[in-house]
């Protein structure tokens, strides 16, 4: 019997489902986009229709403009489009993350975007969702990289802080506006000192107030009140752009710190110049990878972006698996920690 024919293929435009005529996270425009996250690599500008999980719906809209054509699903939420069967399912990474399940002809293909297996409190935490071919992510997909559990991280933050407030100088942390920032700010201890972020923060942090999300309070560099004094105790949250920039003068003898998977890298931290590198990733770390792809129960496996030559090979040689590689443009040079990628992976 000759094989079904794939359910995603792949496109210069992007991830392609042919007998739904629609895209998955496509990275030139087209017109129906099904977007997995709102982070810049997997949601870009000019697509004719969107469908994204309703919780996508603040992020995707402050990033591309409210008056994009959008769709929304709820996790679980099942919608008929020629004929093909899709559904979206948490995949723990973002606000609003998902994977897409499409069911057609018997098959059931999911792909999974960017994903995460340790719940963090701010989004729906990962759930594996059973297929027959799984397209999977490989951001971290080398056997260094293995993440500290949210306590341990979290530990580690709040005695930096704590110390360096002690020694009366502000705690400046590096993290990435989307995802990052708000992961801290829901599990830092809030009774430290005051928290003080950049102005690049501050708008995703409001989409996660309305979605819900417990985020400790925020103050702006600007607002009253927000003197020499208060900043001595505070933790300053800014996005790693904002490194060496006049904004971070105005935090006298500050210590300074990068929030990133790339942080287990003792290279990544030295050419980050930071006191402190705190290991914090929205992507599965190796173990991680290996769990949710044996979790989905897929005999075939196509991977996307990051570590992709190490982990397919590891899926053929030690799981037996049928895994190939999509080339895809996913993580390359945006905000989604793809910035650590050069050299660091050697
Ligand atoms: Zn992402």
């Known amino acids: 019997m000759p094989a079904p024919p794939d359910l995603v293929t792949l496109r210069p435009e992007g991830l392609y489902c042919p007998p739904g005529d629609f895209y998955i ?63 979206l399912h948490p995949a723990g990474h973002v606000l609003g993350s998902a994977q897409v399940r499409i069911e057609h002809g018997g098959q059931v293909w999911v792909a999974s975007g960017d994903y995460k297996l340790e719940a963090d409190g701010t989004c729906a935490p990962f759930e594996a969702v059973r297929c027959d071919t799984f397209i999977t992510e490989s951001t971290f997909g080398l056997p260094v990289y293995r993440w500290p559990s949210q306590r341990e991280l979290f530990d580690d933050i709040d005695a930096w802080w704590r110390a360096n407030a002690a020694a009366g100088r502000p705690s400046v942390l590096l993290c990435y506006a989307f995802g990052k920032a708000q992961r801290i700010l829901h599990g830092v201890d809030r009774s430290i000192g005051p928290i003080v972020v950049h102005g690049a923060v501050e708008p995703l942090n409001a989409v996660y107030r309305e979605a819900g999300v417990d985020l400790a309070p925020t103050l702006r560099v600007t607002d009253p009140g927000v003197d020499a004094k208060l900043l001595r105790t505070a933790l300053v949250l800014a996005p790693p752009s904002a490194q060496g920039t006049p904004w971070m003068r105005r935090f006298a003898r500050h210590s300074d710190a990068f929030a990133s998977g790339w942080m287990q890298l003792r290279g990544a931290r030295r050419r980050r110049g930071v006191d402190r590198g705190f290991v914090m990733s929205d992507h599965a770390d190796w173990p ?15 991977v996307t972006h990051g570590s992709v030559a190490t982990l397919v090979r590891w899926l053929r040689e030690e799981r037996g698996l049928d895994a190939q590689a999509f080339e895809t443009e996913y993580g390359h040079g945006h905000e ?8 660091s992976a050697a």
Do not use: K
């Open 25 to 87: 996270d496509p990275w030139r425009p087209v017109d129906r986009a099904v977007i997995t996250h709102a982070h810049s690599d997997h949601a870009r500008a000019g697509h004719g229709h969107y469908l994204a999980h309703s919780l996508s719906a603040g992020t995707l809209r402050a990033r591309l403009g409210a008056a994009i054509p959008l769709q929304t699903l709820e996790y679980g939420e099942q919608l008929q489009h020629h004929g093909v069967r899709i559904s």
């Open 288 to 302: 991680g990878l290996q769990q949710a792809i044996a979790a989905t129960g897929a005999e075939r496996v196509f």
């Open 336 to 343: 989604d920690e793809a910035d650590g990628n050069a050299g």
